[in-house]
């Protein structure tokens, strides 16, 4: 069934089994002396394709148990609303349309001279700012660069540092979009779970000691749980990465410019590399793809050879946009309600939920999280049965379910939220 002399020739006959269906997930592949006797190749032509087929993701080697197929990745959930759904939707983890910005106010700002290919990746505009306000956040000298949003930069850092079928530590329950990348680009989750104060240091050092290349953390706002860094979790983390400097260290700060929370350095004074992520898709909305990345310069160097400008950069349309806005005191004055907004949302919600004897912890962020014991569907279905469509937590999780709901509070006034803290003491109840 197998065919092939050369690695890539039998690593291309399995993966179109498995395409095909031939090979199924879950089956065990030829051990390698046994395929390379049937094939009359050298033992290291076919122990190559093998290896292939693990960096690739098709595969997973299993040691002296031998090498089983993991097959196509399957759909995966995706982040966003429901436009066709009768029910008020609060799954969608978007920004209130209320509180972003009248983009067209600053259309009259954009530079009218065209940029071409060699102009400078970054408006320099854009890089002053940005430079004055990443400077608090650093751990050293950092370059600026600017990607077409956070999971954007944090793929292009990755590849930039990490082979395929690398592992990356990751919180769990996880953002789901960081989880789909990180499959569809090769990469091996190893999640670390959290609790109210961000990750979970002792599982932190666990994946670090198992051979994690690469911590993507959140440090205010944490999606989907809503979670941030305390000032003493910070510090524990900080003190665990110290011992492992050669990890490159991401810090995905995608709600700096709103989060009702400190921010608490992280980051090692030793890492070698690292890069801290800001954003503007909650502040200036998901359209506008932009996001701002401070990196140590070899890490700014890798990513540059990624946002070349020949093809690669982010348009400077954007970049002036995002621009006008942030330099705006006008703007900045909203902002300022923007931020109490969400608080204020989180404060609501939490409190009308304690009155029926649910006491959650006050988060941060767009999203409220009621975590479960067991499988969220049930309840789920029984709010939309009450008009409500929430996420339901399993997706968020990396390697296995994470019971819990998450529920978009962007949308919400004052009436909905007790009807809603109601309605999920009367879901519980059945």
């Not at 609303?81 to 983009?103: F, H, I, K, M, V």
């Not at 999640?191 to 911590?215: I, S, Y």
């Not at 982010?314 to 900045?332: G, I, K, R």
Request: aromatic share 6%.
């Amino acid at each position: 069934m197998i065919d092939g002399k050369t690695a890539n020739e039998i690593f291309d006959s399995i993966r179109q089994h498995v395409a095909t269906g031939t090979l199924a997930s879950g089956e065990t592949l030829p051990p390698v002396r046994e395929l390379a006797t049937t094939l009359n190749v050298n033992r290291n032509t076919v122990a190559a394709a093998y290896k292939r087929l693990v960096t690739s993701g098709l595969a997973l080697s299993l040691g002296r148990n031998g090498t089983v197929i993991k097959g196509m990745s399957s759909p995966v959930a995706l982040e966003g609303s429901n436009p066709d759904t009768p029910l008020t939707d609060l799954s969608g983890g978007n920004p209130a349309p209320t509180c972003l910005p009248d983009l067209s106010r600053y259309f009259a700002k954009i530079n009218k001279s065209p940029r071409l290919y060699g102009d400078a990746v970054v408006s320099p505009e854009l890089k002053t700012w940005a430079t004055r306000w990443m400077q608090d956040a650093l751990p050293g000298v950092g370059e600026i660069d600017i990607t077409s949003g956070a999971i954007d930069a944090i793929e292009r850092l990755l590849c930039a540092h990490l082979l395929p079928g690398d592992s990356v530590a990751v919180e769990d329950p996880c953002f789901l979009s960081s989880i789909n990348m990180l499959r569809y680009a090769g990469f091996s989750a190893s999640p670390v779970t959290v609790d109210n104060e961000g990750m979970q240091p002792d599982m932190l050092e666990a994946a670090l000691q198992r051979g994690a290349r690469a911590v993507i953390l959140t440090p205010r706002a944490h999606n989907p749980t809503g979670c941030s860094l305390s000032a003493s979790r910070a510090a524990q983390l900080q003190n665990i990465l110290t011992r492992y400097p050669q990890v490159l260290v991401i810090v995905d700060d995608h709600f700096a410019l709103l989060s009702a929370s400190r921010w608490h350095p992280v980051i090692a004074t030793q890492t070698t590399h690292w890069a801290v992520v800001r954003s503007m898709s909650k502040t200036l909305g998901p359209d506008l793809r932009l996001a701002i990345v401070a990196s140590d310069p070899v890490t700014s160097a890798k990513l540059r050879l990624r946002l070349n400008p020949g093809s690669q950069w982010v348009s400077h349309l954007l970049q002036d946009l995002a621009c006008a806005c942030l330099n705006d005191e006008e703007y900045q004055r909203k902002l300022v309600q923007t931020q109490q907004f969400y608080a204020t949302q989180q404060q609501k919600l939490t409190t009308a939920l304690r009155g029926y004897g649910i006491d959650l912890p006050v988060g941060d962020g767009l999203n409220l999280w009621l975590p479960l014991t067991h499988h969220s569907q049930s309840l789920a279905f029984a709010l939309a049965k009450s008009g409500w469509l929430v996420r339901e937590g399993e997706v968020f999780g990396v390697n296995t379910p994470s019971h819990g709901l998450r529920i978009t509070l962007s949308t919400l006034n004052d009436s909905d939220i007790h009807k809603l803290a109601a309605d999920i003491h009367q879901a519980q109840k059945r």
